[in-house]
């Protein structure tokens, strides 16, 4: 329970009258894929073991943050499935009181290994990255030819019940968009949710990767594939959905530059040092792993909680100053 002296209040809300009830979590700055938006090749200045938060201190946390109305988790990276038992980690979590929805977004390379376990776990739902149906450009766009042990990961979470799995594809003009229409077949054909993506300025790898606007292709596909708004949201993130007439295949875009959804941002992430980031797209953050490492107690963190989330901003400037993000995505955390 929180120690006295805390509020009563179980709503985050912030200074917009936004709801935060959605917490990112990196468990993990390292990746196993060098994709080109992301992460830098040869990058080498990942964040010191030492300084990453145990698997006590999040599950403290995280506590804290469920009481006061964080309802879903999803963990993140670099590729989460790269941190040491995390399973044993997500069966902690998915067992918080007031956690509701726990979920793993992944480049899908080690759910062959890990899948089964994080089933057991209490991880119901998966993201999975999948930038191209093509084995050589899958190799040119993530630095390492991993395109059949993802397709056997996608195969294998299916058996295990995953639902839904979302495959994230960045669109990127002039390198993939020639496969829109494609992918969209092959999730069709599947059953996963497909969930486009435009490129953020995060990062110096995210400024030079191609920016492409969904706005014309959604209404290309829509043509094509008869796609219809979605009004109900599937899952907790920023995509405005369209589904085909049937119901049996959803489509997602996430338009942080042609069309953003500041308004309805409902979310923060949490590094795996233990930092706070309140926008993608902005600076502001607090560091919590001080606290817990200081002998803080719950009603300091709570405290300080409230005052992260009035630093979050109500908007981001990607358009504005697509230079002001200089931290990598892999750092930040998906």
């Not at 956690?99 to 999975?128: E, F, P």
């Not at 993000?325 to 955390?333: E, H, K, L, P, Q």
Request: hydrophobic share 40%.
């Amino acid at each position: 329970m929180l120690s006295s002296g805390t509020s009563g209040t179980t709503n985050l809300m912030d200074r917009f009258g936004r709801r935060i009830d959605y917490l990112r979590l990196s468990v993990t700055d390292r990746c196993d894929l060098r994709c080109r938006y992301c992460m830098p090749e040869g990058f080498k200045n990942f964040e010191e073991p030492a300084h990453w938060l145990t698997f006590e201190e999040i599950e403290r946390l995280l506590g804290i943050f469920a009481r006061l109305g964080v309802s879903r988790v999803r963990l993140t990276g670099g590729e989460p499935l790269l941190r040491r038992n995390l399973p044993q980690l997500a069966e902690r979590l998915a067992k918080l009181p007031g956690l509701n929805d726990l979920s793993l977004s992944t480049n899908g390379t080690q759910l062959i290994k890990h899948g089964a376990a994080l089933k057991a776990a209490g991880v119901s739902r998966l993201n999975v990255s999948l930038d191209t149906l093509q084995p050589e450009r899958f190799q040119q766009i993530s630095g390492r030819a991993a395109f059949e042990q993802v397709l056997s990961g996608l195969a294998h979470a299916q058996q295990l019940g995953f639902a839904p799995i979302k495959i994230n594809m960045v669109a990127m003009r002039g390198v993939n968009d020639d496969e829109i229409e494609d992918m969209v077949s092959f999730c069709m054909d599947r059953g996963f949710v497909l969930r486009l993506i435009e490129t953020m300025p995060v990062g110096e790898t995210g400024r030079r990767t191609e920016f492409l606007d969904l706005q014309p292709v959604i209404q290309r596909l829509q043509r094509k594939f008869g796609l219809i708004d979605h009004i109900e949201p599937i899952g907790a993130g920023p995509a405005r959905y369209f589904r085909t007439p049937d119901g049996r295949f959803s489509l997602g875009l996430i338009t942080p530059i042609s069309q953003h959804f500041c308004e309805s941002c409902n979310r923060v992430r949490l590094t795996v040092d233990g930092t706070l980031y309140l926008c993608l797209g902005q600076e502001a953050h607090v560091e919590f792993r001080p606290l817990l490492r200081g002998g803080a107690s719950d009603a300091e963190i709570v405290t300080t909680i409230r005052h992260a989330i009035e630093l979050k901003p109500e908007r981001h400037e990607f358009k504005e100053q697509p230079h002001k993000i200089v931290r990598f995505m892999s750092a930040t955390g998906g």
